[in-house]
């Protein structure tokens, strides 16, 4: 069969070259969106009197009947196919004969294939926020298990200050919670119609754009026609945006990593998301969270493998924006299974409460409450940190806990310093306190719980 496009041409291609031409393995993906773009377009037409009534209901038929055999697996595409539009058009062509030659009216595959991304993204995006939704209603629920639980909070990795599980699980809450902020406004950017553009600069047809944008149920449609078929920035918003979610989703992922380590034994992972070795009997690895870990690769290389494409290329189309396609599947999947696996791991773990316990007497996690408690005693805040680095290093050479200190040591350190005006020194006696906004106090905790529960509840 002759391509489609075949009227000014002498030859056909070579094999090799046919292969590279074609996207149909892989843009075969956006069948169904190409064929709502279809209908839309067909409607449109016979509304503007551009084809008839009667040619209008047969290709949307036809078109309805082409859907559900790719569905059923009936058709099978062909490298001669070269892509989706093609073989989508191509088959209602053999068809309906003159009728589906009319379908291609006032429409280029550049417009065509900017509506399908474009259809396509919007509908990723709403599936991608349903995983995040559901990643934030286990962070809430988990947290508040565990509002009150301590631990130890790093920075550099060192012991740092003792904060609670809840306080920690609520921080990715926050991260998540931007994610989901982000997806919603890359959707609003990718809700513009690009259809009608055509090929590069409208049409002489009187068509209705505004109308189609409303059949496709796009907020409205894009204002040059240039510019639409020549971006993808929609694409890579969106691939932006997921690069900062598996980028979170990979820290998270290496938190499990470690705390599932002998060494920590914060959590134990949940067998069903680990594996065993093949040599060494006694083995079970945190698999899911490595590969967690390991997926932001692939996602962030899709984004810059666009961002390459897309560099330097003069307007208008140009057949490097199929390179979008395989990248775009790519992180689409990736980040939807990442975020579902995440979520089920957090809900599958419990924290070992006896083994956490036992880090948090290391480090001089209460050290700055010390401090602090100094400062409400009037002692500079500078003075006061230097008093706290001093007893330190006391309890360091000596082996001791702060809670160790004897007047007369307290004395020898500083001669301000005496019992009285040590504070609570427990854990949880430092936790208690710290109720600044934002803070790791357990009532505050709850509070950004609550506040989260209230803005997860205004997304549904
Ligand atoms: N398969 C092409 C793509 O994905 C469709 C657009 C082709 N347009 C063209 N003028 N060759 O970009």
């Not at 040599?279 to 932001?296: F, S, V, W």
């Amino acid at each position: 069969m002759a391509n489609l496009w075949s009227g000014r041409f002498e030859k056909g291609m070579e094999s090799i070259v046919e292969e590279f031409n074609a996207s149909i393995f892989f843009d075969k993906r956006l069948y169904d969106c190409d064929i709502e773009g279809s209908i839309a377009h067909v409607t449109m037409l016979s509304e503007q009197g551009i084809v008839t009534f009667d040619e209008k209901e047969r290709i949307i038929q036809e078109l309805g009947n082409i859907k559900s055999q790719i569905e059923k697996g009936e058709i099978e595409f062909d490298v001669h196919d070269e892509d989706i539009h093609m073989a989508i058009e191509g088959i209602l062509i053999n068809r309906l004969g003159d009728t589906g030659k009319r379908l291609h009216t006032a429409r280029s595959r550049n417009d065509q294939v900017a509506v399908d991304t474009r259809l396509y993204v919007k509908k990723e995006i709403i599936e991608v926020l349903e995983n995040l939704k559901f990643m934030e209603s286990v962070l809430l629920e988990k947290a508040d298990k565990y509002f009150d639980k301590i631990m130890v909070g790093f920075t550099h990795m060192q012991h740092a200050q003792p904060v609670t599980i809840g306080f920690h699980l609520m921080a990715y809450f926050q991260m998540f919670k931007r994610d989901i902020e982000r997806f919603m406004d890359s959707y609003e950017r990718t809700d513009y119609n690009p259809l009608g553009s055509c090929a590069l600069a409208g049409t002489t047809i009187p068509i209705n754009r505004h109308r189609t944008s409303e059949l496709l149920g796009f907020k409205n449609v894009t204002e040059n026609a240039m510019d639409s078929v020549s971006d993808r920035d929609y694409i890579l918003e969106f691939m932006s945006a997921a690069s900062i979610c598996i980028m979170h989703i990979s820290r998270m992922a290496e938190e499990f990593v470690y705390w599932n380590s002998q060494e920590f034994s914060y959590i134990s992972i949940d067998d069903s998301f680990c594996t065993g070795s093949s040599i060494m009997p006694q083995k079970k690895n945190p698999d899911m969270a490595e590969l967690l870990r390991g997926k932001t690769g692939r996602v962030y290389g899709n984004l810059v493998q666009l961002l390459t494409v897309m560099k330097g290329t003069p307007l208008a189309y140009n057949k490097d924006f199929q390179e979008d396609k395989e990248g775009l599947f790519d992180t689409v999947d990736t980040l939807k299974k990442s975020l579902l696996i995440l979520a089920k791991m957090i809900e599958k773990t419990e924290f070992n409460m006896e083994n956490i316990h036992k880090h948090l007497n290391k480090g001089f996690l209460n050290a700055t409450d010390v401090a602090e408690y100094f400062v409400k005693n009037n002692i500079p805040f500078r003075e006061a940190h230097e008093m706290v680095g001093k007893m330190v290093k006391y309890c360091e050479n000596y082996s001791k806990d702060f809670s160790d200190l004897s007047d007369e040591e307290l004395k020898t350190i500083d001669e301000r310093l005496n019992l009285n005006l040590l504070p609570d020194l427990s854990m949880e006696g430092c936790v208690r306190g710290r109720v600044s906004y934002g803070g790791t106090a357990p009532i505050e905790v709850q509070r950004q719980i609550n506040e989260g529960i209230n803005w997860l509840n205004t997304l549904v």
